[in-house]
Every structure is written in structure tokens, then in C-alpha cells.
């Protein structure tokens, strides 16, 4: 989710604004929150598919 607000150089309140949320949630998002699933569904709405459940789920990898 990080890596997509920066792509398309949205705020958290912005990206809240387009998903229905308070930035506080996207916030929490970021800090690791995992999403309702009808609050997931518009993110990956919103973001086209390149923010899916996987992005909360999944540990993130490490460079080497």
C-alpha cells in the first residue's frame, strides 16, 4: 500500500477519501492493520488490483 501511495503521490487522507475510510485507517493499514474485507474490496478496486489482499497478508521480503 506504501509503495502505491508514493507511486501515485496520494496522502493517506486523500487515498481515505477514495476508499470511504478515515486517515487514521490507512494509517493503521500501513502500520499493518489488515482491512475489513469490505474495505479491502475497495482498495483493490480503487488501486486496480495492484494493492490486493496479499499486500496485507504476506510478509513482506527483504532485500538481501
Known amino acids: 500500500l506504501?509503495?502505491?501511495l508514493t507511486l501515485k503521490k496520494l496522502t493517506r487522507e486523500q487515498f481515505a477519501r477514495l476508499i470511504g475510510v478515515r486517515?487514521?485507517?490507512?494509517?493503521r493499514y500501513l502500520g499493518g492493520r489488515v482491512p475489513e474485507r469490505k474495505v479491502l474490496a475497495r482498495i483493490i478496486k480503487v488501486?486496480?488490483?495492484?494493492?490486493t489482499a496479499?499486500?496485507?497478508?504476506?510478509?513482506?521480503?527483504?532485500a538481501a
Do not use: I, Q, W
Open 2 to 4: 506504501a509503495e502505491y
Open 23 to 27: 486517515e487514521m485507517s490507512v494509517y
Open 47 to 51: 488501486t486496480e488490483g495492484k494493492v
Open 54 to 62: 496479499d499486500s496485507f497478508f504476506l510478509p513482506k521480503r527483504r
